[in-house]
């Protein structure tokens, strides 16, 4: 069983709405959450991280942590064909090496 | 200029060739870490750094060997390339002075065919 779980996609939704990202990971004992934007061909880059349950909000987008779910969740607003591309969650263990994991990745196609 | 970078960000190489990539910070970052990525694979750690004399393995390090060289140049050797490690390999650094967050930072990426 992967450790970290994301529905690849693709994903479309139109110019406007909100597009809902999910990720499930395996690992009860995880305190940190991330959620990387990886434009094709290029590196991944933060856009959030989290680590309390709930909603933490930046700009357009929101992250939401649900650990007895094991659930993290990203949600984009008013999406814009800019935001195409694909979101990578990360997750970090609770191990002594405390490495990220990450999921596969869910490709995100905002039509105009 | 860019704060993590790598070289080279394309080669081409033959089966059984030693190949050696590159990264370097300029962020002060103390861990540094190389994984690939594969389509459909999401990244998967090969080696990861804390310090200088400290170097652990990851998920996939069969076939590669690293060296940290300083804190700010981690490099990723692969001793005798395969078709198989054809794959975008990516550098990352991150900073555990402020407990709790470790953000990594990725390098621009540097894309790897073997013939």
């Known amino acids: 069983q992967k450790e970290v779980e994301q529905n690849s996609g693709p994903l479309s939704v139109p110019e406007g709405a909100i597009a809902s990202l999910n990720c499930t990971y395996s690992d009860r004992g995880s305190q940190s959450f991330f959620w990387y934007r990886q434009y094709s061909g290029k590196s991944p880059e933060l856009i959030m991280s989290i680590y309390s349950n709930g909603d933490k909000e930046d700009g357009r987008f929101t992250a939401q942590l649900n650990k007895a779910s094991q659930y993290v969740s990203l949600l984009i607003r008013d999406s814009q064909p800019s935001d195409s591309a694909t979101y990578l969650c990360?997750?970090?263990?609770?191990?002594?090496?405390?490495?990220?994991?990450f999921g596969s990745g869910t490709q995100l196609t905002v039509l105009p | 200029d860019a704060d993590v970078t790598q070289t080279p960000r394309n080669r081409i190489t033959k089966t059984g060739k030693r190949i050696m990539l590159e990264c370097s910070q300029t962020k002060g970052h103390d861990r540094m870490y190389w994984y690939r990525q594969d389509p459909g694979l999401g990244l998967r750690l090969i080696y990861y750094?804390?310090?200088?004399?400290?170097?652990n393995k990851g998920e996939i390090s069969d076939g590669y060997s690293v060296s940290r060289q300083a804190q700010a140049k981690f490099s990723l050797s692969l001793e005798s390339a395969i078709p198989n490690q054809t794959a975008l390999y990516f550098c990352a650094t991150s900073d555990f002075k402020t407990v709790g967050t470790d953000t990594q930072y990725f390098g621009p990426g540097t894309r790897l065919t073997v013939l």
């Open positions: 750094s804390f310090d200088v004399k400290d170097i």
């Open positions: 990360a997750v970090k263990s609770s191990g002594s090496a405390r490495q990220l994991t």
